[in-house]
């Protein structure tokens, strides 16, 4: 007898609960995963209590410090989207059951609505983890309290001022679906005492508990930023779960009455909400940042050979992108040879950073001057990152490696616990701790070695705002400094400076160059053949003939195009990867 409504019950609840875990999980792995990688390497979780201590000066701590245990799991983004699908799935069986509970048998439509809004929201990568996490908290504990028999409903009321310090803001949801739940009820007494004892602690905690300004106590850990900016559709989901408790009590007439084969339409809802869901969700992946992410995650590996050919094989306009993208071509020895092969901006922005307080400025600015050897500023862009964001796993390991080549062992010993600390990169602190106090071991590793020879430790004023003004006084220290020598050559190029190329052959040739890179070689030929000033005289460097052939080839196809400009790229395409194409058409 009971075999029908359990096969109903299958197909309205289990069913469509378990296809939405498995298309969250399998769409936030393969097509999303760049958001279990940016979270992650955003931050940095450490075990001990110390890091727990950090958390509980300030109401919503405890979220906080739980949603970077969430997120340090990210580093397995299986695992990441195996977590986020899970409390998907509990926050729509939470709301489910509350329905329930208030006396709607099929309540089915608000949670799978609810769970499709927390997961469109979830696709934006800089939505945190804090929130699904912080909203699934504050069901289970209304659960817990229209469970519980009615005479013990005041315990809401005691408990809701240390609601608010485990969770901060998110405990407002607790309290006005409560409130809502209450005077269903028609009971006014208990919503009001608990409006009281929470502005009371409140007054309490921000006159003498928690030294943060009242706008800042009043909101955290919740901000615009942990959403992506979707202010709009996360309101929209909070009002629902809001008002769950009269939801449970409405009843659609319409709806409730059309049926397909015995089934009614509103046990189908889950179904239609999880179709639109799959069409929506794949229109939004955000194709940019997930090709930006790639090639970070590729630059964090030293993946550099890997980097280059992926942002060949799929160009970019995007800054970061092409600024990490010269970082490899430069750590590789291919920047003054490959560098028109990729798109350039003219005011260097692609080949250096200037320093803004823009999060991901400042992370990524210092690898220009670890890559030219200027350790002392590499350092500086990586402690100001951690002072302003606070120390994530890169920026860490940025610190470690720069006080480890200026023989600091001390305060790299304090960078390595911290990094031991986590939970996921204990075998880099082990690495780096062979190092501590053996000079011998840091001259003999390939990369600290290669930069402590590099690190001149040059006695000049670093010019942030101007990056290119730095790589003069390190060539005047160390006139054979291979990676400084690229990027002056590339600036120089940039700045369609032919007569400062020439200038640097003899460096070039100093620094025991066999063969004159080929964007370099460009402009040699052209200032050569245009007869645009003297050419040094050089000993081994020679100029490559068959170079000299192909400007001419160029020069004559120009000549005979040059009064139309887009009939002349059209015609000369093949040679968009010279230095000559940038000088005519950029």
């Known amino acids: 007898m009971n075999s029908v409504p359990n096969k109903t019950k299958t197909i309205t609840r289990f069913v469509p609960a378990g296809l939405l875990f498995l298309f969250a999980t399998v769409f936030l792995y393969s097509f999303t995963d760049y958001i279990f990688f940016y979270q992650e390497k955003s931050s940095l979780f ?20 739980l949603g970077q245990l969430q997120i340090a799991f990210y580093y397995y983004p299986l695992v990441g989207a195996l977590i986020v699908s899970a409390q998907l799935v509990l926050i729509i069986w939470l709301i489910s059951g509350i329905g329930k509970k208030l006396g709607a048998e099929n309540f089915l439509f608000l949670p799978f609505l609810t769970g499709a809004l927390l997961f469109y929201l979830q696709t934006n990568y800089q939505y945190q983890a804090i929130n699904n996490l912080g909203i699934l908290v504050q069901l289970l504990l209304f659960v817990g309290l229209i469970q519980s028999n009615p ?55 921000k006159e003498f508990l928690f030294f943060y300004t009242t706008d800042s106590l009043l909101v955290f850990p919740f901000s615009a930023t942990t959403i992506g900016g979707q202010v709009v559709l996360f309101g929209l989901a909070v009002l629902l779960l809001l008002f769950v408790p009269v939801f449970a009590k409405i009843r659609i007439n319409l709806i409730e009455r059309i049926k397909i084969r015995q089934l009614k339409l509103a046990m189908f809802s889950p179904y239609l909400i999880l179709a639109l869901l799959a069409v929506v969700a794949f229109q939004n992946i955000d194709e940019k940042s997930k ?109 470690i490696k720069t006080e480890l080549i200026k023989g600091n062992y001390k305060t790299a010993e304090k960078y390595i ?29 390939k990369e600290l070695g290669k930069k402590k020879q590099q690190d001149s430790n040059p006695d000049f004023f670093v010019k942030s705002d101007m990056p290119w003004l730095n790589l003069l006084p390190v060539l005047d220290a160390d006139s054979n400094n291979p990676i400084a020598l690229q990027y002056e050559l590339s600036w120089l190029m940039l700045q369609k400076d032919m007569k400062g190329i020439v200038e640097l052959l003899p460096a070039l040739e100093n620094a025991g160059l066999k063969k004159i890179p080929k964007n370099v070689e460009e402009a040699v030929v052209t200032y050569k053949l245009l007869r645009v000033g003297e050419m040094p005289e050089l000993q081994q460097l020679q100029i490559d003939p068959e170079t000299e052939q192909r400007f001419q080839r160029y020069y004559q196809i120009y000549q005979q195009t040059r009064s139309n400009k887009g009939k002349a790229q059209i015609a000369l395409r093949e040679f968009a990867d010279t230095y000559w194409y940038y000088v005519f058409f950029n």
């Open 291 to 399: 090709h930006y992410f790639y090639a970070e995650k590729l630059f964090y590996e030293q993946k550099y050979d890997e980097l280059i050919r992926y942002n060949y094989d799929q160009p970019t306009n995007n800054k970061l992108t092409l600024f990490l993208n010269n970082v490899a071509l430069a750590e590789t020895g291919r920047l003054a040879d490959s560098f028109f092969k990729f798109r350039q901006s003219d005011d260097g922005s692609t080949l250096f950073l200037k320093w803004q307080n823009i999060n991901q400025f400042i992370r990524l600015g210092g690898y220009y001057y670890y890559a030219i050897g200027v350790i002392n500023e590499a350092q500086r862009w990586a402690y100001e990152y951690t002072v302003i964001y606070g120390y994530t796993p890169e920026t860490l390991k940025m610190l």
């Open 151 to 205: 005479k013990y409903e005041w315990w809401v009321v005691i408990l809701l001022p240390a609601i608010y310090f485990l969770f901060g803001s998110f405990s407002v949801l607790l309290l006005g679906i409560t409130t809502v739940y209450f005077l269903l009820q028609k009971s006014w007494v208990k919503p009001a005492l608990s409006w009281i004892s929470l502005a009371i602690f409140f007054w309490i905690g």
């Open 46 to 65: 450490q075990t001990g209590f110390s890091f727990l201590q950090q958390h509980l000066d300030r109401p919503g701590g405890i979220l906080e410090y």
């Open 417 to 445: 616990s911290i990094l031991d600390r986590s939970l996921f990169y204990k075998n880099e602190a082990h690495h780096f701790r062979k190092f501590l106090n053996d000079d011998a071991a840091v001259w003999s590793d």
